[in-house]
């Protein structure tokens, strides 16, 4: 244990998480079929990132500005929790919680008070994430969040990314959304999903994020012929984002999320743009995404 990670450990699985974003920085299992490979992208030189936690917003907002009682706050693509130092609550074998706070720095950007909490949790050999958010202020909280972990594509050397496919638990037949300069085009797509099945390659992402708005899943497998396989479910998330770097890189994100950028013609009120959140004083909005290996 130190001050900037912790490391869970249950039943042959390890997690590490760091006190900087509360970003799990890594997952491995010992158990048999995964050979204690790691599944969590180690922030190489393509994306130097691992599994940012997305708030207050997801995507980008137009000319990179919140917008709240007419004044405009600079607000980057994904938001500043990512960014931020998180405080260590609960630490032990196989749980770990983190807590971020408004502060001056987050309020010069975003002019709310809030609190954000992050469970990790081992269950069996489940990781399963809680994200809370809390309105302490006495006015609407608006707000987004999101997950975005990247998973190394492929899982085991020697298999073709071609190899690997998406099924969802649920037929996905609504069309998809993709991204101009960050922000959502006005018209949805064809989706390249057919029945449950999403087959994987890079030329999917030559149009950048592959955004299913109208999610029907709760759940969706990673998985090819051989080698370990990964779910990812998600409760309280009601979009989800596919994503791997334009041009080809050696990992593949699977998002639940709750919001999404902001439509290329809006321009308003951060409260007013479509897919956010709207927490009450006093109240807490609690979501939860949990990955398995299989």
């Given at each position: 244990?130190?001050g900037?990670r912790?490391?869970?450990r ?7 998480i760091?006190?900087h974003g509360?970003?799990?920085?890594s997952l491995k299992?010992a158990?048999?079929?995964g050979q204690?490979?790691e599944l ?5 030189t ?7 936690l997305l708030f207050?917003?997801?995507?980008r907002?137009?000319?990179d500005q ?5 004044t405009?706050?600079?607000m980057?693509?994904h ?11 609960e ?5 770990c ?5 408004d ?15 992050v469970?990790?949790?081992l269950?069996?050999?489940d990781?399963d994430?809680?994200?809370a958010?809390a309105n302490?202020?006495d006015?609407m909280?608006?707000a987004?969040i999101?997950a975005?972990p990247?998973?190394?594509?492929p ?5 073709a990314k071609?190899?690997?496919?998406l ?6 037949p ?8 960050g922000l959502m085009r006005?018209k ?17 992402f030559?149009?950048d994020?592959?955004i ?5 899943s709760?759940?969706v ?8 396989s990964l ?18 890189a050696?990992f593949?994100c699977?998002e639940p ?8 013609d809006f321009?308003?009120e951060?409260a007013d743009k479509?897919?956010?959140?709207q927490?009450?004083p006093g109240?807490?909005?609690?979501l939860?995404?949990?990955i398995?290996?299989r």
């Amino acid at each position: 244990m130190s001050g900037e990670r912790h490391t869970l450990r249950s039943g042959g699985i390890e997690a590490i998480i760091k006190a900087h974003g509360a970003e799990l920085c890594s997952l491995k299992d010992a158990r048999g079929i995964g050979q204690g490979i790691e599944l969590i992208w180690q922030a190489g030189t393509a994306w130097p990132r691992h599994a940012p936690l997305l708030f207050p917003i997801v995507g980008r907002l137009k000319n990179d500005q919140l917008r709240h009682r007419g004044t405009a706050y600079p607000m980057t693509q994904h938001g500043f929790a990512r960014d931020q130092l998180f405080e260590w609550g609960e630490r032990d074998a196989a749980a770990c919680s983190l807590t971020l706070r408004d502060s001056a720095v987050t309020r010069a950007h975003y002019p709310f008070v809030f609190r954000l909490a992050v469970t990790y949790r081992l269950r069996g050999a489940d990781l399963d994430v809680t994200l809370a958010i809390a309105n302490t202020g006495d006015e609407m909280l608006p707000a987004s969040i999101g997950a975005h972990p990247a998973f190394n594509w492929p899982l085991v050397e020697g298999l073709a990314k071609e190899s690997y496919r998406l099924t969802f638990s649920d037929q996905e037949p609504e069309p998809i959304r993709r991204l101009k300069d960050g922000l959502m085009r006005a018209k949805a797509e064809p989706s390249p999903i057919r029945g449950k099945t999403l087959a994987l390659s890079e030329r999917l992402f030559d149009d950048d994020a592959i955004i299913l708005e109208r999610l029907a899943s709760r759940s969706v497998r990673l998985d090819a012929d051989r080698g370990p396989s990964l779910d990812v479910s998600w409760i309280g998330f009601r979009e989800l984002g596919i994503w791997s770097k334009p041009g080809g890189a050696p990992f593949l994100c699977i998002e639940p999320w709750r919001g999404f950028a902001s439509p290329s013609d809006f321009d308003g009120e951060f409260a007013d743009k479509p897919g956010v959140m709207q927490i009450a004083p006093g109240a807490s909005q609690v979501l939860n995404y949990r990955i398995g290996i299989r």
